[in-house]
């Protein structure tokens, strides 16, 4: 079974960083591109960055361009987002999702809450 | 990366059909055939229902269809179902590996 866990959400203060991870089973997480997508309390979905099947390309909205990076351990069958310089505005729960189809995201986590809040 | 305008809210009886648009620009939807459709259930992730424009996921009825028209892409949703309601989005490839997602559109089965 397709499984996609996503961890590392929490609560930080504005500026702090976080790191998210999402752990993939039942697929070889190195055949696919990857994408991170947030949505906010109460709020639509918003597309956040999107790597290569090997990491050697990203993309990044313009929000958290700078921000955030993206990257991925296909050893482990993990994929991680960095959040640093956190604002309120980044508060959403987080969504890791994998680009089955092309520009279709297929498999889906359940989301990790990350909070920027003093 | 402007978000993708989609109407708020849609709704139509059992058995009917509903269309929802979504409006971006030569950059996005009107200039690649990348153009997906997923449908969100409260508390639940999203689900991928249509994509390329107008292909179906293994899976997916054929109650749902999308199509596209210059920088104009619409999600018909033709025989509705109780289990339709949801809130459904789209997004669009917007090139250098940047994607967008539209505003979002409530359905409601009256």
């Known amino acids: 079974e397709v499984q996609l866990v996503e961890s590392g959400g929490g609560l930080v203060q504005p500026g702090g960083s976080l790191r998210l991870s999402c752990a993939a089973s039942g697929f070889t997480l190195s055949t696919y591109w990857m994408h991170w997508v947030r949505q906010g309390p109460g709020k639509g979905l918003v597309w956040v960055s999107r790597?290569?099947?090997?990491?050697?390309?990203?993309g990044y909205a313009d929000s958290v361009r700078g921000r955030f990076t993206i990257s991925r351990d296909n050893a482990k069958n993990t994929l991680y987002l960095q959040m640093n310089s956190l604002r309120t505005e980044d508060t959403a729960v987080y969504y890791c999702?994998?680009?089955?189809?092309?520009?279709?995201?297929?498999?889906w986590g359940q989301g990790t809450l990350a909070t920027v809040s003093s | 990366q402007s978000a993708l305008t989609q109407p708020p809210s849609a709704s139509g009886s059992p058995g009917q059909s509903v269309t929802i648009s979504c409006t971006g620009t030569s950059s996005d939807v009107g200039g690649y055939n990348y153009v997906s459709w997923y449908q969100q259930h409260p508390g639940k992730a999203p689900k991928l229902m249509i994509y390329e424009v107008t292909k179906r996921p293994s899976g997916v009825p054929d109650r749902f269809s999308g199509s596209r028209s210059g920088n104009t892409a619409s999600l018909t949703v033709s025989g509705l179902q109780a289990e339709d309601e949801a809130d459904y989005y789209c997004s669009s490839y917007a090139g250098s590996n940047t994607f967008v997602f539209g505003t979002g559109t409530k359905v409601t089965v009256l």
């Open positions: 999702a994998t680009e089955v189809v092309a520009a279709g995201l297929f498999y």
């Open positions: 790597i290569k099947t090997d990491g050697s390309a990203t």
